[in-house]
């Protein structure tokens, strides 16, 4: 027997989801900053590796924004 206010089902959903949130938010900041500090081309990774070839690796850059 819970001490607290009853909520029901739909509020405990409710307060779950909302707990997540910031959750949510830290690691899509974490993952963008990792992608923005860690070195190398991102590219250069998506395409087939380091020995894509140069238009391969500009297409990617031109498609992705990062031209």
């Known amino acids: 027997m819970s ?3 009853p909520l029901g089902l739909a509020g405990r959903v409710a307060a779950r989801m909302l707990a997540a ?4 938010a830290g690691a899509v900041v974490f993952t ?3 992608t923005h500090v860690l070195p ?3 590219a250069a990774f998506l395409a087939s590796g ?3 070839g140069p238009e391969e690796i500009a297409q990617i850059r031109a ?3 990062l031209d």
């Open 3 to 5: 001490t607290g206010t």
């Open 21 to 24: 949130l910031p959750v949510l």
């Open 32 to 34: 963008f900053l990792l």
């Open 40 to 42: 190398g081309d991102p």
């Open 50 to 52: 380091p020995s894509a």
């Open 63 to 65: 498609r992705m924004g």
